[in-house]
């Protein structure tokens, strides 16, 4: 399984960004799709996850209300998050996975995409 994370940039605060995962195929059992963020000297923290079905939805606190995860019902191996009202304190590189289950941690993904820089700046 691979995935591909895509549309990030730079952009002024305020500003909204639709960040997209693309992932190769639908292994047997990884049925969640979760979005993380990482700055250096930071651990990694989880955003957002969705289900296969995309009935089930998790969200931080930090990121409910200004981002929005969802799934395409027509390819469901894609999944965007849209960031809205974006701050400076969202610059980090963000990353999708894979998992079993929607989790709000990364130990429960298996795999992961390389990341796409999101930067957030006057």
């Known amino acids: 399984v691979q995935l591909q994370a895509s549309g990030g940039g730079l952009v002024q605060p305020g500003a909204s960004l639709r960040l997209r995962c693309k992932i190769s195929?639908?292994?047997?059992?990884?049925?969640?799709t979760g979005w993380f963020r990482q700055t250096p000297g930071k651990e990694r923290e989880f955003l957002a996850a969705?289900?296969?079905?995309?009935?089930?939805?998790?969200y931080s606190d930090s990121v409910k209300g200004r981002f929005t995860i969802s799934r395409d019902m027509f390819n469901k191996n894609i999944v965007d998050l849209q960031m809205n009202s974006l701050r400076p304190e969202d610059t980090a590189v963000y990353y999708c996975?894979?998992?079993?289950?929607?989790?709000?941690?990364?130990?429960?993904?298996?795999?992961w995409g390389q990341g796409t820089q999101v930067t957030v700046s006057s």
């Open positions: 996975a894979s998992g079993t289950v929607v989790a709000n941690f990364d130990d429960m993904y298996r795999y």
């Open positions: 195929s639908r292994t047997f059992s990884m049925d969640a």
């Open positions: 969705i289900s296969w079905s995309g009935e089930t939805i998790e």
